[in-house]
């Protein structure tokens, strides 16, 4: 039986900082207390005082299986995901082919199989034309339901009036949105094509993507959502003035929540001039103002849960002029650096980053047993070392893709290790190689 003794660590956990050993046996925490004598044939991992958190949960990654693995696969991005402290990850549908049957989310589950560092849960995609699927899906098979309501990377449009409302109608899960309203896009490019030609700079592209495209779309999420009292999560938001849709009450309380990602809370507009594709995404990153709002909406309740899009891309692809450039970036290996870096800046606490990225998403699809540190639960857990900087090298980059919009920046914290269902799979700068993940268990139905 696998055991392990994690001690001396500082905890951090459901709303607290306490100093404590933790025992893991097989795959899950057997024991919590403020010293622990180390059990008979256990591993001792010293953790010199260092944080231990829950694994971070994210609700929002592209990990291009199947079909698109030129850019990334489960077995690669979830171990890049490892390195950076992400147990579980929910994964979205516009692969090839997409996730939008029962069939082709059985396929999913079945090609994740053994090859997955962390736990995994898929979403099934809403087209214009599969509400019959969407209406058969049983609780627990997804995640969620993935709405682009609005285009981005792949051919997922859900635009038809009668379509979205039968959605928010008859979902038997939690519906998920991209929210950018097309036609004010479309409009938005037409006027730069003119302005520019094809060199449109990558600096347009939050005037592009603009405010008011994320607000006209998101508001109408919101309204289809309280007409029909659905479960809805409006992901990756980006502006201030949507922060005016979301409610502060306690995530218990909602029906309607929200998501930010690390590179909106990160960046700012300002950075398209040096960055250009690199961090072309949808939604774009917008002013500082809205980041600086976002923060405080992380930090009033309005924003429930940080995860990243993680959405790679070859530098090929990226090399592109604006047009053709896809937006998306890779993020899972530097999630949980950037928020430390955050807590290091005083812009959020210790215990509301772990209540964002790794309590929330628990919570909200009702994920079994993980997503915080508790006796009896999964050992998935991951050690952070606040003092020692990690450096973003190419060399260090764990994606296939094999660049990070980071390279170059040096983190104040490390991961220093991270556990999935009780197994090592990082720790000392290295991936060990076991594959431990499995099947997220979903028990929240609309
Ligand atoms: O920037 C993005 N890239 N936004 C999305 O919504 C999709 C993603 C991708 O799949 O590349």
Redesign the pocket.
């Known amino acids: 039986m696998n055991k392990l003794l994690i001690s001396n660590v500082r905890l951090v956990n459901e709303g607290e900082i306490r100093d404590v050993d933790v025992f893991v046996e097989g795959d899950r925490i057997a024991r919590i207390d403020s010293s622990i004598r180390v059990p008979e044939g256990a591993r001792v991992i010293d953790g010199g005082g260092k944080y231990l958190l829950p694994g971070m949960i994210d609700d929002q990654v ?1 990990f291009r299986e199947p079909g698109l693995t030129h850019k990334g696969d489960l077995a690669t991005e979830s171990a890049a995901a490892a390195a950076g402290g992400i147990t579980s990850f929910m994964d ?1 549908p ?1 692969v090839n082919p997409l996730t939008t049957t029962r069939q082709a989310l059985a396929d999913k589950y079945r090609i994740a199989a053994n090859r997955c560092t962390g736990n995994y849960g898929f979403y099934l995609g809403a087209t214009n034309s599969n509400i019959e699927e969407i209406k058969a899906l049983q609780v627990g098979e997804a995640c969620g339901i993935k709405a ?1 309501m609005g285009a ?3 051919d997922m449009l859900v635009d038809d009036p009668d379509t979205l409302d039968k959605l928010f109608e008859h979902a038997p899960v939690i519906v998920v949105t ?1 929210c950018e309203d097309s036609p004010t896009i479309w409009a938005n490019e037409d006027a730069a094509k003119e302005k520019f030609g094809e060199e449109v700079p990558f600096t347009e592209h939050p005037k592009i993507r603009s405010a008011e495209a994320c607000y006209a779309s998101s508001s109408m999420a919101i309204d289809l959502a309280r007409r029909h009292d659905s479960l809805l999560h409006v992901l ?1 938001l980006t502006t201030e003035k949507e922060m005016a849709l979301f409610s502060s009450a306690h995530r218990s309380e909602k029906r309607i929540t929200a998501e930010v990602c690390v590179h909106h809370l990160w960046f700012d507009e300002s950075r398209y001039e040096q960055l250009g594709a690199k961090i ?4 774009a990153i917008k002013r500082a103002e809205d980041r600086k709002a976002l923060i405080k909406a992380l930090n009033d309740g309005r924003i429930d849960i940080v995860a990243t ?1 993680h ?1 790679p ?1 070859t530098a090929e692809e990226k090399e592109g002029t604006y047009f053709k450039a ?4 890779p993020l899972v290996q530097h999630a949980l650096l950037t928020l430390f870096d955050l807590v290091a800046a005083g812009q959020i606490s210790l215990e509301l980053l772990v209540d964002r990225a790794c309590h929330a998403s628990a919570d909200l699809f009702g994920v079994q047993e993980r997503g915080y540190v508790r006796e009896g639960w999964f050992a998935d857990l991951v050690i952070v070392d606040p003092a020692t900087p990690y450096c973003v090298t190419a060399e260090n980059v764990l994606y296939k893709c094999g660049w990070s919009p980071f390279e170059g920046h040096e983190f104040s914290a490390s991961i220093d290790t991270t556990i999935v269902n009780g197994k090592v799979v990082y720790r000392d700068g290295s991936l060990t190689g076991v594959i431990p993940g499995r099947s997220l268990e979903f028990s929240r139905a609309r």
């Open positions: 592209h979205m516009n682009f981005s990377t792949g991209h990756h072309k995404c949808n939604p899009d959405a891309h896809p937006a998306g970036l």
